[in-house]
């Protein structure tokens, strides 16, 4: 087996021997200005928006509260408060306070939990309740360290000591319950129906701030139960004598749990998002106004706000109490909670808080909040650097898998940024969201590619469809030189049998002369991670002649240790100063893959993997090592890329889709390491992963000599380097002088490479 395609496991961590020499190393870049008609779009580079959960916390520590969205399986984005505008916080995207995060699996809620005033770290971990310690590192960013997960011990029925639960999914409420001045714990039991109140006794204990103990209060907080019917039972009464567990019912799982002051008359009220409905069910607290010893919903509005705007969020919606606009209220902003089947568009719900004791006034703002600053297609995005006016400048074609409709579909549509730019300053301006009419053709899935695929000298469009199948629009304009006039020409492109061209589902197109004949080619990434080569074989100008010659050109394939679900998108072309060609391939993963070996012409070799992680890039690092994400459950990620010279700097930037359906903008930057080629197999393995005080490493299939480990953070600093003979294999290095935040770990013996991403957490 070549090396290069000897694929490691490292901690949860794919491992892909990197080619030596000098490395192009992009990094992200939010300096590139977009505007849609005129207006900013501050947000335009974050990567979107699907399945928001949403925090606030002081990122930066200027006194501002910033926001930290969570979406599970995709990773953390963050975003700083810069500060009012027209009564609103104007926020920008600023990604390496992300690197800062621990994994977080299943939620991630940040709450003040030893009353510091520095946000902590609340996430589902293996029990139910991981709790991470907020603080702030010499360069005054948001950091967290382990601080323990919650056990309770005053259940008869558990016989010791039990984790307080959180179903894989739910959001539980982490609030002030019994107003006591510290943190509690609200969450459904197992089957649902009813919700756990875990009371925080660390006031009644008299323990320090800095500590957290719970203690199983209720087994049905609020007196209510939920079925299978949308409407709650109020009044509901279980048996909490000596905390013995009620009687089994098999009812649903599914549920997002928001406490908060409704009509600020000092009891806590409930917005209650459920699996199996789009709208949010609302219930009072008549604790106060009733005088009830303990927490009581007494009213129920089951299609919240029956008295205004009502939440329609297909489906799951979950409800956030944040200040948005900062004027001291905290308000509601709601998203789905229901993976890939929600709305991904319309679906950042914000809700003023307006209410004055004992007068509940919550006044619906908008259904887009955030999304309208952001670029933003729905579901996995596919960029497109091309010059459609022909200027001289690359400009930006965006389209995806589409918005989601009422019905549950997703239609297409594609935009169009007009490349703005000055030497060396980077913009784009909005032009269109339903670029050449795309909606008309009711497509699902729009991945775009431009190039001369008739042999007439003008660049055609080729669009990929979730189906497998293409479209092709025929560029009618007089010449190459002015702006495309592309009409739809064939809905389903044919090949030269007359067959329609299927790759079996999520086509991605690249155009291209894979084989220097002249002619450009047809490549199509695949759901497999294949690509697959029709040749141009066009003798007549205008007419279109492509043969199938490979199902799996070069072996490429992005995510090798995968089977299905791979969503490999193509691009070739330069991507830094070598004046080389290089295939780049977009993956599920969210790695890009970078290829050689095709530039010969020669289509029957088999290309050589030179990176499996292009750049270190993988803005989601925050949720690989958790092991549902090694496993598959949450493994959807997909990346696709265009690059270019996009400001005439002479330095090239990537752009990089995702299954948000937003885009990351990253700038090139050089990446020094000169190691000889790799030709030798070995084997790395790395743990804990994160890690704290030590790192351990060990490794196989390096027998003798010496071995170099380095760790290197992601601005390509060298922070340690070792030497160490190869025997006996394994060594712990000291990484307790390190800041939390990611980093790599690389290992050199001789023709042997291997690196990997670490994070530490403090």
């Known amino acids: 087996m070549n090396l290069f395609q000897k694929v490691c496991v490292s901690a949860g961590i794919v491992m892909v021997p990197v080619m ?17 008609y005129g207006n900013p779009m501050p947000l335009a580079w974050c990567g979107g928006f699907n399945n928001p959960q949403i925090s606030q916390a002081d990122l930066n520590r200027d006194g501002l509260p910033d926001l930290v969205l969570f979406e599970t399986g995709l990773g953390v ?61 010499a360069g005054n960013e948001l950091c967290f360290s382990f601080y323990t997960n919650l056990f309770y ?32 714990l609200v969450s459904y039991y197992i089957t649902g129906g009813y919700m756990y109140y875990y009371r925080n006794m660390r006031i009644e204990d008299g323990l320090p701030c800095d500590s957290i103990r719970i203690k199983l209060k ?46 600020m008359d000092g009891d806590i009220d409930y917005l209650d998002g459920n699996v199996s409905f789009s709208e949010m069910t609302f219930l009072k607290n008549g604790k106060v106004e009733n005088a009830y010893p303990v927490d009581t919903m007494v009213q129920q509005d089951t299609l919240w706000q029956t008295g205004g705007k009502k939440v329609v969020l297909p489906t799951w919606p979950a409800a956030f109490n944040i200040d948005a606009n900062n004027d001291g209220k905290k308000d509601l902003l709601i998203a789905p909670n229901a993976g890939s089947s929600s709305e991904n568009y319309k679906n950042i719900w914000y809700y003023k808080n307006n209410s004055t004791a004992g007068a509940p006034d919550w006044q619906f703002q908008s259904d887009s909040f955030l999304v309208d600053k952001s670029i933003d297609l729905g579901t996995a995005s596919y960029p497109l650097l091309f010059d459609y006016d022909k200027d001289g400048k690359l400009d930006l074609l965006v389209g995806s898998d589409g918005y989601r409709q009422s019905s549950g579909l997703l239609r297409s549509r594609m935009s169009m940024y007009k490349n703005t730019s000055t030497p060396g300053n980077g ?74 061209i299927n790759v079996d589902g999520n086509a991605a197109p690249f155009i291209y002369d894979i084989d220097k004949d002249g002619r450009k ?32 050109l070069g072996d490429a394939k992005s995510d090798p240790l995968q089977n299905f679900g791979n969503y490999a998108t193509p691009f070739i072309g330069k991507i830094d100063p070598s004046d080389t060609d ?22 029957t070799a088999s290309y050589t993997m030179l990176d499996g992680q292009y750049s270190y890039i993988d803005t989601t690092f925050n949720i690989y090592n958790h ?75 390096i027998p003798e000599g010496e071995v170099q480990l380095k760790i290197i953070d992601m601005a390509g600093r060298q922070c340690t380097s070792t030497l160490l003979p190869a025997i006996p294999g394994q060594t712990t290095l000291s990484v307790g002088n390190l800041a939390a935040g990611v980093y790599i770990c690389m290992l050199q013996s001789g023709v042997c490479r291997y690196y990997s991403k670490f994070s530490i957490v403090r």
């Open 20 to 36: 030596a020499s000098a490395q192009e190393f992009y990094q992200h870049d939010t300096t590139v200005k977009v505007t849609a």
């Open 77 to 137: 984005t963050t975003l700083l408060n810069t500060g009012m505008v027209g009564g609103m916080p104007r926020y920008k995207f600023a990604p390496k306070y992300a690197l800062n995060f621990p994994p977080a699996y299943s939620y991630m809620l940040l709450k003040d939990y030893n009353c510091d005033g520095i946000a902590d770290l609340f996430d589902r971990g293996t029990d139910g309740f991981s709790v991470y310690k907020g603080y702030y590192n």
């Open 582 to 603: 290089y295939l780049l391939m977009g993956s599920n993963s969210g790695n890009i893959y970078r290829f050689t070996g095709f530039q010969t012409g020669d289509t």
């Open 153 to 184: 011990h005053n259940d008869a029925f558990a016989g010791g000591a039990a984790n307080a639960y959180v179903n894989p999914g739910d959001i539980p409420a982490i609030e002030d319950v019994d107003g006591d001045g510290d943190i509690d």
């Open 427 to 500: 913009s784009f301006a909005l032009q269109s969201t339903d670029f050449i009419n795309m909606s008309i053709h009711n497509f699902e899935g729009a991945a775009p590619a431009a190039g001369d695929v008739d042999n007439d000298g003008k660049s055609d469009l080729v669009v990929g469809h979730t189906n497998g199948t293409l479209s092709y629009f025929k560029n009618m304009a007089g010449s190459e030189t002015v702006q495309p006039d592309w009409q739809l020409n064939q809905l389903e492109l044919k090949d030269q049998t007359g067959a329609v």
């Open 521 to 552: 080619d047809l490549i199509i990434g695949n759901v497999y991670g294949f690509i697959q080569y029709y040749r141009n074989e066009s003798t007549t100008a205008g007419v279109i002649n492509l043969k199938l010659v490979n199902l799996k």
């Open 218 to 263: 209720d087994r049905c907080w609020g007196k209510v139960y939920q079925g299978f019917n949308r409407e709650h039972q109020l009044g509901y009464s279980c048996n909490n004598a000596g905390l013995s567990r009620p009687a089994s019912k098999v009812t649903h799982s599914g549920n997002s749990v928001c406490l908060f002051d409704w009509d």
């Open 627 to 701: 092991p549902a994400t090694f496993f598959g459950i949450y493994g959807n990620r997909r990346s696709s890329i265009t690059v270019g010279d996009i400001d005439g700097s002479g330095s090239y930037s990537l752009i990089k889709g995702s299954v948000r359906g937003g885009l990351e903008f990253y700038k090139r930057k050089i990446y020094v390491a000169n190691t000889p080629d790799v030709s030798k197999e070995c084997k790395v393995v790395i743990y804990p992963n994160p890690a704290n005080n030590y790192l351990s490493v060990s490794w196989t299939g």
